[in-house]
């Protein structure tokens, strides 16, 4: 069975700093994994995925996680907030051949001006 | 290429009552998914439709309901409703090209169901 666990239900970050969302997941086969982004009274937006290959994931809005198996870890980061980067973030894992993706209870994200 | 719709937006509905909550795959997908979100919570996994059969399920009890259309469009039926049925109900197609691969699911806006 796999699970996700995101470390954090609110992080408060001042605009151009550094963002740190934090994710661990656990999987006993090799997983998928995906963060994913909702805005308020909105579905959710894919952000990035990692399935196999490069570890460094680049996603959209300059966002980018590193898959680390050894640390069961995907954190997501972006060098320098901005405004619009405000909302909920999800950490999600899948497997080859499931037919559900799990997701995490979610991370908001708060930027100050 | 239009993305997943879903209908309605919102809904109120009355302890008891049974719900139809539709949804449009994104063109060229077979495979959607319903995911029930309570507030302040992720997304839980109700159960996926493909090629118009059940896929696979999640911890929901039988009154959750769907179906699937030749176009690949989806209905989710909720029986008996529930003030914890309160939530947003989520929709989700993948371009899967097997039963069983995995990919990204694209989500629809959501219907937000609310049970007094």
């Known amino acids: 069975a796999q699970s996700v666990t995101q470390l954090g239900s609110h992080v408060s970050v001042s605009e151009g700093a550094l963002v740190l969302l934090r994710c661990n997941y656990s999987?006993?086969?090799?997983?998928?994994l995906f963060w994913y982004v909702q805005y308020p009274n909105q579905g959710l937006q894919l952000l990035l995925k990692?399935?196999?290959?490069?570890?460094l994931v680049k996603g959209i809005n300059g966002f980018e996680a590193e898959f680390k198996k050894s640390e069961t870890s995907f954190h997501l980061t972006k060098p320098s907030a901005h405004m619009s980067d405000a909302a909920e973030y999800f950490c999600?894992?899948?497997?080859?051949?499931?037919?559900?993706?799990?997701f995490g209870a979610g991370t908001r994200l708060f930027v100050k001006a | 290429e239009t993305g997943v719709t879903q209908s309605p937006t919102h809904l109120i509905k009355t302890r008891g009552q049974q719900v139809t909550l539709r949804c449009s795959s994104q063109?060229?997908?077979?495979?959607v998914s319903w995911y029930q979100q309570a507030l302040g919570q992720g997304p839980q996994f109700i159960f996926q439709?493909?090629?118009?059969?059940?896929?696979g399920r999640g911890n929901f009890p039988p009154r959750f309901s769907g179906l699937q259309f030749p176009n690949y469009s989806s209905e989710l039926n909720v029986n008996a409703l529930e003030l914890d049925d309160s939530a947003l109900y989520l929709c989700?197609?993948?371009?899967?090209?097997?039963?069983?691969?995995?990919?990204?699911?694209?989500f629809g806006q959501g219907t937000r169901l609310t049970v007094v």
């Open positions: 999600a894992v899948s497997v080859t051949g499931g037919f559900k993706t799990i």
């Open positions: 439709y493909y090629r118009e059969e059940e896929n």
């Open positions: 989700a197609s993948s371009p899967t090209a097997g039963q069983r691969v995995n990919t990204e699911a694209f």
């Open positions: 990692y399935t196999t290959g490069a570890t």
């Open positions: 063109s060229g997908h077979n495979t």
């Open positions: 999987s006993s086969v090799p997983p998928y």
